[in-house]
């Protein structure tokens, strides 16, 4: 006996799960694409508002956004020089307090030079830095504001060093000089391509602790760095002029104190070279009215920072875009975890459209596949029918639509698209013939199938003309026609696979489409309504089909304006020339000859098309309907289906 153990799958997706279904969020789409929408255009647009219940790149890029702007107020950038010049201020106070009590030439000679000490915070910092304190209290304070600057500046570069060197001693010091002095000869090695992986963790090993967000390779690191100075450097162009100027005389006061003012010029340098992308030089103001530290509120500007990129990115509006470029980290860090799954969600909407034969990229552009169009016009079908059933219920009863007739005994080998039942003993017979039979059963083979002949039904030869003039669009009548006409294809295709159906799309000239065609058209932006041509390519078609009924429907909004000359040039006149109704008409008549009836669906009420349309109806005994464009897919399928069961009755 074999023995086999049970775990949990883990080597990938599940490979049982079933198929995600995107068919919610391709309706969607398509519903744009019939508006007038390209395929990646609308596709942008159901990834920007969202779909199965998950929130759109619009709602996380406007949190992202709604983030950045509270962390604006967070608080004001000029905290850690408000807070030296009180520190500065209480030192000087508490030197005059210990004097005042001195009788001696020394203790007004020391008075003196309080008096002459520069009223710049920078200036005057830089000028006690000599001082020799008679108050150990005010030397305390003047310490307190040396290691404050040193916390805050070296914090500013580096994230987590005000606490790295929270009570730092000598050999601490010592330690960020050598740190800068290793990352710089790091820089340096990996610029010239001898850096590798192991010396990194040995860097890591040794200073691992100043940098808390633990990069696991040299680009990681370098990334947090050019971040963080990036946002100092905004930091610093985001305050007035003066500030300015205090600020990096405090800074510059500092990295000479740690003699280090050369190691940060130098990874400053490096950090720029590396990373040209980032804004270091574009002013960010913090606007609130809470003082932050040096280091906090450089932290503040680089999510700042951060947020702003994560905005630009699920805007998704440059050249390129795609929601791989969305930082997974930067959005969990940001809007948190829910967020990150709705992202994923859009993510699989994108991709399973592609993977599961929705879209298809040719070229680098999306195109809907057959496969998308004939699910948009079964949708469009299927509201036509919710639609039907709401006007006018139960009259539209489907039980027997597209059914084979009574069977006559007789079987025939299966062809594609065949309706009729299948003809299991003579299926079976066929298998064992050919030697399909095995100890484990019968195996078919496509050849075996054999259905049962019924009564010849009627099959139909559909033809659908559709107008596709500029004015169609300026009248909001062109989505409900494009839609209709899907529907009616999807109804032929798929309940009636035996007959044939034909669109024609007309202007001033005509021209047969597909549905992928269809989906995708624009309104033609020339004058001129052909439907001489239109009718000319319809006869064609149906001529093609003998032995069919031949049913023609034609939506349109206006008169025939345009005709086929003999040279093959198109002549427009308006009001319609006698001319152009004349040769029209012809093509009317020739329907009539052929047996074919005309249902002309107008949309528009202009009395010249009444006209018209009232002759074509006398000419050709068809009909004509005036219907709103909202329930144009009622009329259009509902003639059709009564046009084709009236036939398959008379048929048996």
């Given amino acids: 006996m074999s023995r086999y153990r049970y775990g949990v799958f883990d080597d990938g997706p599940d490979p049982l799960a079933a198929p995600y279904d995107v068919r919610h969020a391709l309706d969607a789409l398509g519903d744009k694409v019939l508006s007038g929408d390209r395929p990646g255009d609308a596709l942008r647009d159901l990834l920007h508002r969202g779909a199965d219940g998950r929130r759109g790149l619009n709602d996380l890029r406007r949190d992202a956004l709604r983030r950045a702007k509270e962390l604006r107020k967070r608080g004001r950038a000029d905290g850690t020089l408000e807070e030296v010049r009180r520190l500065l201020d209480t030192a000087i106070g508490q030197e005059r307090a210990a004097l005042f009590a001195d009788p001696s030439d020394d203790a007004r000679f020391r008075e003196a030079r309080l008096d002459a000490v520069p009223s710049e915070t920078a200036r005057a910092v830089a000028d006690l830095r000599e001082y020799d304190w008679q108050s150990p209290q ?19 570069r580096f994230a987590g060093m005000k606490q790295a060197l929270g009570e730092a001693t000598p050999e601490d010091l010592a330690r960020v000089k050598n740190m800068l002095a290793e990352l710089n000869e790091m820089l340096a090695a990996d610029e010239r391509g001898e850096l590798t992986q192991d010396q990194f963790d040995e860097f890591m090993g040794s200073y691992g602790d100043f940098f808390p967000d633990n990069p696991q390779n040299l680009a990681e690191l370098v990334d947090s760095l050019a971040r963080r100075m990036a946002a100092a450097q905004r930091l610093m162009d985001s305050l007035t002029p003066e500030q300015r100027a205090e600020l ?36 960010s103001r913090l606007t609130g009215s809470q003082p932050l530290g040096l280091g906090d509120a ?10 702003e990129e994560l905005a630009a990115t699920l805007g998704q509006d440059y050249p390129g875009a795609d929601l791989t470029d969305v930082d997974d980290e930067a959005v969990r860090r940001a809007l948190g975890r829910g967020a990150l799954d709705d992202l994923d969600a859009l993510r699989r909407i994108q991709r399973e459209l592609e993977e599961q034969g929705w879209l298809n990229r040719s070229a680098g552009r999306l195109e809907l596949t057959p496969k998308a169009i004939r699910r948009i016009g079964q949708s469009a079908l299927r509201r036509v029918f919710a639609s039907l059933s709401a006007h006018r219920p139960g009259s539209h009863d489907m039980h027997s639509a597209g059914a084979a007739g009574e069977l006559t005994g007789a079987s025939r080998p299966w062809q594609f698209g065949d309706a009729q ?24 083979d496509v050849a075996d199938f054999e259905v049962a002949e019924t009564e010849r ?10 107008d596709v003039s500029y004015s169609m669009a300026l009248r909001d009548t062109w989505v409900a026609a494009k839609t209709t006409a899907l529907a009616l294809h999807a109804l032929v295709t798929g309940m009636y696979p035996a007959d044939a159906v034909q669109l024609v799309a007309f202007s001033r000239h005509a021209i047969e489409i597909t549905p992928t065609d269809l989906a995708t058209l624009e309104p033609d932006y020339v004058q001129g309504t052909n439907l001489q041509h239109a009718l000319l390519l319809s006869g064609r078609f149906l001529d093609r089909h003998p032995g069919t ?39 009317v008549d020739a329907m009539t000859r052929r047996g074919a009836r005309l249902s002309v669906f107008s949309l528009d009420p202009d009395p010249r098309l009444a006209e018209f349309c009232d002759e074509v109806a006398r000419r050709n005994g068809g009909q004509v309907f005036h219907p709103d464009p909202s329930r144009l897919g009622d009329y259009v399928v509902s003639d059709y289906l009564r046009q084709r069961n009236r036939n398959a009755r008379r048929a048996g």
């Fill in 248 to 283: 990096s005389e405090l800074a510059a006061g500092v990295f000479d104190d740690l003699g280090v003012a050369a190691e940060m010029s130098r990874l400053t340098d490096a950090l720029r070279a590396l990373r040209p992308d980032l804004d270091w030089d574009r002013g």
């Fill in 138 to 156: 005010a030397a305390a304070t003047y310490q307190e504001i040396r290691d404050l600057l040193r916390r805050e500046v070296l914090d500013s």
């Fill in 549 to 587: 009924e031949k049913i023609v429907l034609v939506v349109t909004d206006g008169e025939p304006t345009a005709h086929l000359t003999r040279d093959g040039g198109v002549w427009f006149d308006w009001p319609p020339s006698r001319e152009t109704l004349t040769l029209t008409y012809a093509q």
């Fill in 457 to 466: 039904r009627g099959r139909a030869a559909v033809s659908v003309l559709l």
């Fill in 298 to 307: 450089t932290t503040a500007l680089q999510e700042l920072a951060d947020l």
């Fill in 421 to 444: 039942p299948l003809d299991v003993v003579r299926t079976l017979t066929n298998a064992i013939t050919r030697g399909g039979a095995t100890e484990h059963g019968i195996t078919l």
